[in-house]
């Protein structure tokens, strides 16, 4: 079955090249920018894909909302199948894309959009067939996992630490998605509309590791903590949360354990209890390597990750209360209810009592509208 690809950066070349080698596929044209034609299976116009009747399936790597969208819907209405990498399509236009597929009977696959080679949605899509997820967490961005373990195990600054990342091509072409956990967001969307089917668009919550210093890490280090930013979700009555924050681990934790620009994604199932998967979530082959998985599962029968009923609900982030470890200017400290305070030249570190992560966040914005720098985690296991 020939599959045409959209767009021939580093997972593309990877998706070509596995394509010669996969069974039961085969490689067809890569569609690439104007100028770029520059071998006979190069096209630079997506009508060349649609109209050609070999090709059976499209994987579109090339990232971004648009000219993706278009090509992704002229794909479904083509009725070819549609197996993507690209979260922030889904995460903004995944139902619609879903409800294409479903109208021209073909496979809409995004198992690449989130964790890279680790296959959490496809384990999520089939354990909801069986089981009930109670909830999802783990650390689904390699690029942050990289700068907060190279500033806490090697004692690399955080601008180090970035460049590093971005020269080993974790990072995305703006970094700013990464570090500020929108990445990571996006990602534990897909995985809430596969597990819950529900997709959250609204009322999500996310802080970053911008806010991070050399200090930070010093001082949480010293009292036995390693920082991590992790994305969580789950079901609510009415809805589902989700969130990304950092989070910091005693050591033990198995998160603790995910070294440089891994990714580690749990669930709980009711009946399977917690899973964890650890590897790859970036990169050419890890990626393509899940493009591939999608491919031959629908050569198989597997065509949706999406029910045809998944919706888009608001997120609650306000159902349950936790503490966090909050570094804020002394002056700014009694806007913040603390279980335990330190002040040291003008700056404190507290234990907060059980806020939510609505309130948490809130406070965190109030905090930096009134011009205070603030860096918060959550306290886990
Ligand atoms: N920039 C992303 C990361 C790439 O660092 O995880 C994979 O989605």
């Known amino acids: 079955m020939k599959v045409a690809v959209l767009g021939f950066g580093t997972v593309g070349v990877g998706v070509y090249e596995m394509l010669g080698q996969a069974e039961g596929l085969e490689q067809g044209t890569v569609l690439v920018r104007a100028g770029k034609n520059d071998a006979a299976f190069k096209r630079t116009s997506i009508e060349d894909i649609i109209s050609d009747p070999e090709i059976w399936a499209v994987a579109e790597v090339m990232g971004g909302i648009e000219p993706a969208f278009s090509y992704a819907s002229a794909v479904l209405k083509a009725g070819k199948h549609f197996v993507t990498s690209n979260k922030a399509l889904v995460a903004e236009k995944g139902l619609e894309l879903s409800k294409l597929a479903y109208e021209n009977n073909a496979g809409f696959m995004f198992s690449a959009a989130c964790g890279g080679a680790v296959p959490i949605l496809h384990n999520l899509s089939l354990a909801v067939e069986s089981d009930k997820i109670l909830s999802i967490s783990g650390i689904l961005n390699g690029t942050t996992n990289y700068i907060l373990d190279s500033m806490q195990r090697l004692g690399l600054d955080y601008e180090e630490a970035l460049k590093d990342a971005q020269r080993l091509g974790y990072a995305e072409a703006d970094p700013a998605a990464d570090v500020s956990g929108m990445d990571a967001l996006r990602k534990i969307m897909l995985a809430c509309a596969v597990a819950y089917n529900m997709l959250p668009t609204e009322g999500l919550l996310n802080e970053g590791i911008e806010n991070i210093t050399a200090e930070d890490v010093k001082h949480f280090m010293v009292r036995g903590y390693t920082c991590r930013l992790m994305v969580r979700g789950g079901r609510t009555d009415e809805s589902v949360y989700a969130y990304v924050e950092p989070v910091l681990f ?49 050569l198989s029968g597997r065509k949706y990750m999406l029910r045809e009923n998944c919706r888009a609900v608001k997120a609650e982030n306000d159902k349950f209360k936790q503490l966090y470890y909050v570094r804020l200017p002394e002056a700014m400290a009694s806007l913040i209810p603390a279980e335990s305070v330190d002040v040291e030249n003008k700056t404190a570190r507290l234990i907060t009592k059980p806020l939510s992560v609505q309130e948490m966040h809130s406070k965190a914005a109030e905090i930096r509208k009134n011009g205070g720098k603030i860096f918060f985690a959550e306290i886990g296991g």
């Open 250 to 298: 005693r050591a033990g934790a198995p998160e603790c354990s995910v070294m440089q620009n891994n990714n580690m994604a749990c669930y709980e199932g009711e009946n399977s209890g917690r899973i964890s998967i650890i590897g790859q979530g970036a990169g050419r082959y890890p990626t393509a390597s899940a493009v591939l998985r999608d491919l031959s599962g629908i």
